[in-house]
């Protein structure tokens, strides 16, 4: 990536990285319309636009309108936030929902240090998502425990797997209300899991966090890139995201799915 010019990001009226208008969407234009969720892989950071996933997408489905609703940094809770908000404006029949392990991690936050700002979160209870309030106090027994975590070798690694699975749990309850959503309106779903370069695909931290298991009790379909994808430099940036090679090949899965086959 050395010296290549950096790409122009021009956003949308709604600040995402399309051309289209979400608000001046034909709903009678006889194509198909795809809203893809994501965070930078789907963004295209680094990229071109029409490098990025979608524009890719649309150029291999040509009878499709195919969305950018994605913004670097998302977890798959604020995805879910923005499928609510723009599902009755794009009105789409497909929704695709791209995402790497650490957009389940991103869906735990409530805060994100690296940017200093609050977020939109959820937090379980039972089996329901609410709506949780950012950066409240966790009260002095939950202070006590976090320092005795920080300070344990032993409760630190205990709290490790435990947040792990909660991540988890948490990833699960995003993941089936979209999927719920999606179904009450008549649109097909796809889930992409799309693998990092560093990524060990013989680990079982791709089976863990690949939600596999959670999406085939819910009988959606779940795009596992990690499963054939080649762990090739040529395939990503130095800065880890996918190239233009890697989007190309991603964008090429997608459009033989078989939510598209309809």
């Not at 050395?2 to 956003?11: F, M, N, Q, T």
Request: with cysteine; hydrophobic share 45%.
């Amino acid at each position: 990536d050395a010296g290549r010019k950096a790409p122009a990001y021009k956003p949308n009226p709604q600040g995402f990285r399309d051309a289209k208008d979400f608000a001046a969407v034909d709903l009678h234009s006889g194509k198909r319309r795809v809203m893809v969720l994501g965070d930078s892989f789907v963004f295209g950071v680094g990229l071109d636009a029409n490098d990025a996933i979608p524009s890719v997408l649309e150029r291999l489905m040509p009878t499709s309108e195919v969305y950018n609703v994605a913004i670097p940094g998302w977890g798959v809770d604020q995805m879910l936030l923005a499928y609510r908000k723009y599902a009755e404006a794009i009105q789409p029949e497909v929704v695709v929902l791209c995402y790497i392990n650490e957009d389940l991690a991103r869906s735990y936050e409530a805060f994100r240090p690296r940017e200093g700002m609050n977020k939109p979160s959820f937090d379980l209870v039972g089996d329901q998502l609410v709506p949780r309030e950012a950066g409240r106090s966790a009260g002095a027994f939950h202070a006590l425990i976090g320092w005795v975590t920080a300070n344990s070798i032993l409760a630190n690694k205990f709290s490790a797997i435990r947040k792990d699975y909660q991540v988890r749990r948490l990833g699960a309850a995003l993941m089936r209300d979209l999927i719920r959503e999606t179904a009450t309106r008549g649109q097909r779903i796809l889930f992409v899991h799309i693998p990092l370069l560093k990524d060990d695909p013989t680990s079982r931290d791709v089976a863990f966090w690949s939600m596999k298991d959670t999406l085939a009790d819910a009988h959606a379909p779940l795009l596992e890139l990690a499963d054939d994808m080649p762990r090739d430099p040529a395939l990503y940036r130095a800065d880890g995201h996918l190239g233009p090679l890697g989007t190309a090949y991603a964008a090429e899965r997608i459009a033989r799915s078989a939510v598209f086959a309809r």
